[in-house]
């Protein structure tokens, strides 16, 4: 035993030896704490929510029943009839476009003998997460045209037992709609369940808006999101939020943009789109993919305000996509855009006395939003795009000098078009310019210097979507793994040290649904049950939760880590909590040790934290199964006569925090 340990001693002792010359055979690493060189705004890591791979309906907005309004394009889309006898329009599908434009079709449902049975069962979002234990809180539009009818609401499991179950007696007057409610509670977990309702006795009734919510939403708020998701979000501490995309903002045609004030008010009222993801790729169909808005631009306002991120809506410039119709409205005709933007100024900031302060008031929330920036258009480009953005330009600003445009550069970081969008941006003074990277890793690992020239003044940067690809841009075999995640921690190093240039970043997409998806990879998976963060989701949490107040130098020999000995490094300070932060990652496959000589404070602590996110394997990643295989581990660093010897391990990201 004494032999066994005197030589764990004798290893260690050589470890640290060993760790200690490769140190000294390098400079230092030197980080100047108390020399702030730029700020970092509260705003630099944030999150990018796009209603594709089912992110709002069959992700986030917990709604279980598919087609709840029958207003998918097939009317009975997600929903099965079942009869013993076949009674020919026993389920009539009615439209009265008349009374409500947004919700024109409801079903019909009769039935003329008791002893026959009649039946619709609802197939939920590829299959209903239900929770044992769980109360679920059920709703119907409802008017009874002939009275006598029973609903036998019944949850199911994949093998069609019963595993919850009410009877909702419609208690409206005839020909009166009437909204009935119950809830009732699981008495079983099922991965794939569906709904379904009975119908006992005789009569006719009219159904629409048939909804089924879990009561664990978000805050629990009725009608709400799912709260697991969000949670992952909340604990990132994003600076903002990004809504609601994307390629949605611009829809494939001007028709089926997204347009904000339809998506506000009553749910039962908000009109239906198809969701430009359901056609996109013929290799990932979802023709059973639209927005309901159920969950729509209150709701996103109220869930940035939930998880403490600044609200940056994206519009419509009068440009759809330019990979589908690239249809725009004509410069004369662009007046209702540029409306739209201004109105949601005043729906998000003004008081009850404006037109739109009032409504946002009316929908229960008295205080204004306080919204300070607005996204016009997402991958649009060309002159056709500057020549929209500069109306829009002039709209805004004169009414709001001191509101920040986000304006796009594009679908690439380089080339003609992007050229061409940043200088005319520039001139314009456009105050966030939004570059998107997917790209391989390597271009990642090669772009830390990205900023390094950029200029300090004017325009800033909004890396508003990146990720790295494994394979290539749309490829169905791109995986988040640790050579993801490492290269876009190191490039992350690199915004992190440009924090005077690039005020904002998102990963995109962040959500995808494991059997709905359309685009990946994406940054958190689900399915009806679960959520995980991938790799990457640890890179943006560990930025995110330690982004500082002020950027602080860490050079060696006089240069920024920008990639040497695949080393990257930078290094930020809280002004608030009055710690030292700083980011190492190693790209290579080799353990390297570092000296980094701390400077600018009088003091610092014996001993700071290291979080590290690492795996010797580049192709790890998380999975349903294994959701934490990667994730970061907390330990201690010693500090010593303000020097400390940071060993990496291989590819390895750690965030180094020492209090001063
Ligand atoms: O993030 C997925 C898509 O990628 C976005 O909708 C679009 O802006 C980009 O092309």
């Known amino acids: 035993m004494i032999i066994k340990k005197s030589a764990a001693i004798t290893f260690i002792v050589c470890c640290f030896l060993s760790a200690n010359v490769q140190a000294q055979s390098k400079s230092p690493i030197l980080v100047s704490a108390g020399k702030p060189i730029a700020e970092v705004q509260p705003t630099m890591w944030g999150i990018f929510f796009e209603d594709i791979n089912f992110g709002a309906d069959g992700g986030i907005y917990a709604e279980l029943i598919k087609n709840r309004s029958f207003e998918f ?35 019909r449902v009769t039935k003329k003998n008791t ?18 234990g769980l109360r679920y809180d059920f709703s119907v539009l409802c008017r009874q045209q002939t009275p006598g009818l029973q609903l036998h609401l019944e949850l199911l499991n994949a093998s069609g037992d019963v595993i919850g179950k009410t009877v909702l007696s419609p208690s409206g007057k005839a020909n009166e709609w009437k909204k009935e409610a119950i809830s009732f509670n699981a008495t079983d977990t099922a991965w794939k369940g569906k709904f379904r309702i009975s119908f006992e006795g005789t009569g006719i009734v009219d159904l629409d808006m048939i909804s089924l919510f879990p009561s664990d939403t978000w805050k629990h708020r009725p009608g709400g999101i799912r709260s697991d998701m969000i949670q992952l979000l909340a604990d990132m501490k994003p600076g903002f939020i990004r809504f609601p995309g994307g390629c949605i903002v611009e829809g494939r045609d001007l028709a089926n943009r997204y347009q904000w004030k339809k998506t506000l008010g009553p749910v039962d009222e908000r009109h239906l789109i198809i969701n430009r993801w359901n056609t996109e790729f013929a290799h990932r169909p979802a023709p059973d993919y639209f927005q309901t808005f159920g969950l729509g631009f209150y709701e996103y306002f109220q869930l940035a305000e939930d998880i403490g991120a600044e609200p940056l809506p994206i519009l419509n410039c009068g440009m759809a996509c330019q990979f589908n119709t690239a249809e725009s409205v004509p410069l004369t005709e662009i007046d209702s855009y540029v409306q739209d933007a201004l109105d949601l100024i005043e729906f998000a900031n003004g008081d009850a006395n404006t037109k739109w302060g009032k409504v946002r008031v009316s929908l229960g929330h008295p205080a204004p939003f306080n919204l300070k920036m607005m996204g016009i258009g997402n991958e649009n480009w060309g002159p056709q795009y500057i020549d929209r953005l500069k109306i829009f330009f002039k709209a805004i600003k004169e009414k709001y000098p001191n509101f920040k445009l986000v304006v796009s550069a594009g679908t690439d970081p380089d080339g003609e078009r992007f050229d061409y969008l940043n200088n005319e941006e520039r001139k314009m003074g456009a105050d966030l310019i939004d570059e998107h990277y997917y790209r391989r890793p390597e271009w990642f690992l090669g772009n830390a210097a990205r900023y390094d020239n950029y200029p300090r003044n004017g325009s800033k940067v909004f890396a508003g979507e990146y990720a790295a690809q494994s394979d290539h841009t749309v490829s169905i075999n791109n995986k988040n793994n640790m050579a993801t995640a490492i290269s876009e921690a190191a490039f992350m190093t690199g915004l992190e040290r440009n924090a005077a240039v690039v005020n904002m970043a998102s990963y995109a997409p962040l959500f995808a649904h494991e059997e709905a998806w359309q685009w990946t990879p994406d940054l958190i998976w689900v399915n009806n049950i679960q959520s995980y963060g991938t790799t990457d989701y640890y890179v943006q949490k560990l930025f995110s939760t330690n982004r500082g107040t002020n950027v602080v130098t860490a050079l060696r ?3 920024a880590l920008t990639g040497q000995d695949s080393l990257y490094v930078s290094s930020v300070m809280d002004k608030n909590t009055n710690d030292l932060i700083i980011k190492v990652v190693n790209a290579s496959g080799k353990e390297q040790t570092n000296t980094f000589k701390l400077d600018g404070s009088k003091k610092f602590a014996s001993e700071g934290t290291l979080t590290t996110l690492q795996s010797n394997d580049l192709s790890s990643e998380n999975s349903f199964a294994k959701p934490f295989n990667v994730a970061p581990v907390d330990s201690k660093i010693a500090v010593n006569k303000k020097q400390m010897i940071v060993t990496s391990r291989p590819y390895s990201f750690s965030v180094i925090r020492v209090k001063m």
Not at 84 to 104: C, H, I, M, S, Y
Not at 124 to 130: W, Y
Request: proline share 2%.
């Open 73 to 107: 394009s097939m009317a009975l889309m997600g929903w099965t009839v079942a009869q013993n006898k076949f009674n020919e329009g026993a389920v009539l599908v009615l439209n009265r476009q008349d009374l409500n434009t947004g919700n024109p079709r409801f079903i």
């Open 115 to 132: 002893e026959d049975s009649l039946s619709l069962t609802n197939e939920g979002f590829r299959g209903m997460g239900i929770k044992k």
């Open 557 to 559: 020999d006089g240069k």
